[in-house]
């Protein structure tokens, strides 16, 4: 019957792809298990609708693609404006420009807006941390900084009055420090990484949750990220009287394209005269005002 025949072409266009898949490097092998990721593909198959801000002119849906499936993009420039050799890896990892912090706040405003729709109360953004300084129970890796501040607060998440303390972080799966390691580890070491640092803190002094937002450059999700953006879902689905599948997929389409138009930027964004072409402009500089001079 039908069913019959579409599990025959099911495992049929399996075949095809593992057989692909063989003859890749490991890094292609990676890209495709990363664009494979909930959520990741989600911004191919959304209308671009200009109001949502879902429309990319003809140079961004390129290097969308090329980024997606690590192809080398033909127009970056040859040397990044810290001096490094510049390709893609190294222009989503690279802090100058200043092009992580607008991802990490574009995905921050966009969860505090998301939370606000979803009918929690006291949302905040950068909310400050009582001070824990007579607190000696802490774990050493515990940050215990006076002024400390995490991403977003909010309350109505979890509990009618509990407080619950976001903090986000957007890491490259291809950066040096991520590229030989398995897609689940890198979530849960960043993961684990942000709970060593604030959670104890939170769960202490507070007396409220902490939930580490951890999400990487090709779109995918850690399991907490996940968690939350699910609850956030089923809280609008039932204030809207909507079905949950379909808001869940448009909350993934917004944090997908607040997230993708920051890589984007990142990739064409200025960034400053490289470091070796800086001495021949003031090298050229200083001989044409000898000429004048003279």
């Known amino acids: 019957g039908i069913n019959a025949e579409y599990g025959e072409k099911s495992k049929l266009l399996q075949e095809q792809c593992d057989t692909i ?12 298990l990363l664009a ?25 849906f390129r290097n969308a693609i090329m980024v997606r499936y690590d192809w080398a993009i033909p127009d970056m420039p040859t040397f990044c404006g ?29 969860a505090a807006l998301i939370m606000r729709e979803a009918g929690c ?15 000696s ?10 002024g400390a501040r995490l991403d977003v607060s909010a309350r109505g998440i979890f509990g009618t009055f509990e407080r619950t303390f976001f903090d986000v972080r957007v890491t490259h799966p291809n950066c040096p420090s991520n590229v030989f390691k398995p ?11 942000k ?19 951890v999400l990487t450059t090709s779109g995918g999700m850690g399991p907490a990220c996940k968690n939350m ?3 956030l879902a089923q809280k609008i689905a039932e204030k809207r009287g909507e079905r949950y599948s379909d808001v869940i997929n448009h909350l993934r389409t917004r944090i997908r394209f607040s997230l993708l138009r920051g890589v984007l930027v990142a990739l064409t964004g200025e960034r400053g005269i490289p470091s070796h072409k800086r001495d021949i402009v003031r090298k050229s500089m200083t001989c044409t005002l000898s000429t004048l001079i003279n």
């Open 21 to 32: 898949k063989q003859h890749l490097s490991p890094k292609s092998r990676k890209c495709l």
């Open 121 to 135: 109360v006291d949302v905040q953004i950068e909310p400050s941390l009582q001070d824990c300084s007579n607190n």
């Open 195 to 213: 709970k060593r640092e604030y959670e104890e803190r939170v769960l202490q002094t507070e007396k409220g949750s902490f939930v580490p937002v």
């Open 229 to 231: 953006l699910k609850r």
């Open 137 to 146: 129970s802490l774990h050493k890796h515990t940050n215990t900084q006076a």
């Open 183 to 193: 897609i689940a580890d890198i979530y849960k070491e960043h993961e684990a990484a």
């Open 82 to 110: 810290c001096g490094s050799k510049n390709n893609v890896d190294h222009a989503l990892a690279c802090k100058k420009g200043g092009y992580p912090i607008l991802r990490h706040n574009a995905i921050r405003d966009t």
């Open 36 to 60: 494979a990721e909930k959520g990741a593909s989600s911004w191919l198959t959304a209308l671009p609708i200009q109001e949502l801000k879902y429309s990319l002119n003809q140079q961004e």
